[in-house]
């Protein structure tokens, strides 16, 4: 492990939990527990598994001048998404656009009452910030919140763990965004994750971090879960990953992503455009895209991974498309994967081929997700 990696607050528990650690986005993070991936997924879906997702940026924003509202309107002008109109204590996803209309980073915004909560992926943190604050340092004030840890809770059972140490979890919606007491320490916390499950995010001050993970342990209901299943799980969800499934070449119609651009940033809505990329994005919502993304089942047990090129033809002389992420999926019980494909092959239920070790396995077009969410509506 290079000396170079970032650690999380809890790295002293994962390495006493036994997890078997891996790189990842500059950091030292664990891939499994000795369970092992599978039993990890499984668990995961059936009762309730705890992530470390402190690499996460958590940042705070508050406007210069002004009111809330004007913050969240100098936003709109980098995510194409109704921020203005979020209520309080609410979230939505959203995703930072470029000139060509792809997406530089996927993210959650939560209105936490005079402040917005925004949560950006490890990779580009320090580029999303450096962004918003050359964009829009003079309406709004960025404060990177370094010192927290942000922990998942995910699975059926969650609601029921993290009650006992927050009563108000319980009565939380999804994408509900609060600040409230666990097991004693101000947090905030979000009904949301990354798995398709019901469950929650919690964002702690680092020296209790390891305090609070310790308490949701000590449940027999909880596992510790790494990456691996965290992966296979958002992957049967049909939940993107940024680098993989979503870069700055992919825009939000071609990834299948518009149900997130509320009406009024859409063509003819109160607040359309005013974003980077916003004619490209809008005339793809009008006039359709040459490539989408799409649900992918391979026939067997062999997964068909990212990179996997796709024909249309058993004889492979005709490309269609890419796989940009696939796994062997537990809860299902078979290969699943997700790609982009040209439109004219996307309907469900196409048959495509995969080139796999010098063959060409057949590849069928599947809706997502690939099992029903659980989310607490």
Not at 183 to 210: L, M
Request: aromatic share 6%; glycine share 12%.
């Amino acid at each position: 492990m290079s000396d170079a990696l970032l650690l999380t607050p809890l790295n002293a528990l994962h390495l006493e939990l036994g997890a078997r650690m891996v790189p990842f986005a500059g950091y030292s993070m664990p891939l499994q527990y000795p369970a092992g991936l599978m039993a990890e997924h499984l668990h995961t879906r059936g009762k309730a598994g705890l992530f470390d997702v402190s690499h996460m940026g958590q940042l705070r924003v508050t406007p210069r001048t002004g009111t809330l509202e004007d913050a969240a309107l100098a936003l709109e002008s980098l995510i194409p998404v109704d921020l203005a109109g979020l209520g309080a204590n609410r979230q939505r996803y959203g995703f930072l656009t470029n000139e060509k209309g792809g997406i530089r980073d996927d993210l959650m915004v939560a209105n936490m009452g005079d402040w917005l909560f925004v949560v950006v992926n490890a990779s580009c943190k320090e580029a999303d910030t450096a962004l918003m604050q050359a964009a829009l340092g003079d309406r709004i004030v960025i404060e990177p919140q370094a010192d927290r840890a942000l922990l998942a809770l995910q699975g059926p059972e969650a609601v029921h763990v993290l009650a006992d140490l927050c009563p108000q979890a319980e009565a939380m919606r999804f994408m509900d965004a609060i600040e409230a007491d666990v097991d004693g320490v101000r947090c905030t916390v979000t009904r949301s994750g990354y798995t398709g499950e019901d469950g929650f995010e919690i964002g702690i001050p680092a020296e209790h971090a390891e305090q609070i993970a310790r308490a949701l342990l000590a449940d027999e209901r909880v596992l510790p879960i790494g990456l691996g299943a965290r992966d296979s799980l958002r992957l049967e969800a049909g939940l993107c990953l940024y680098g993989n499934d979503l870069d700055e070449t992919t825009t939000p119609v071609e990834a299948a992503l518009t149900w997130a651009m509320q009406k009024s940033r859409r063509e003819g809505g109160a607040r359309a455009g005013g974003y980077p990329g916003a004619e490209i994005i809008m005339a793809q919502a009008r006039d359709g895209v040459s490539r989408l993304r799409v649900g992918l089942a391979a026939e067997g047990r062999a997964p068909v991974r990212g990179g996997t090129e796709l024909f249309a033809d058993a004889e492979g002389t005709q490309k269609v498309g890419v796989v940009t992420s696939g796994a062997f999926g537990p809860s299902v019980s078979a290969p699943v994967a997700m790609g982009y494909v040209a439109t004219g092959h996307s309907a469900i239920g196409t048959v495509l081929y995969g080139a796999l070790r010098g063959k060409f396995v057949p590849v069928q077009v599947r809706a997502l997700p690939f099992v029903p969410p659980g989310f607490k509506r």
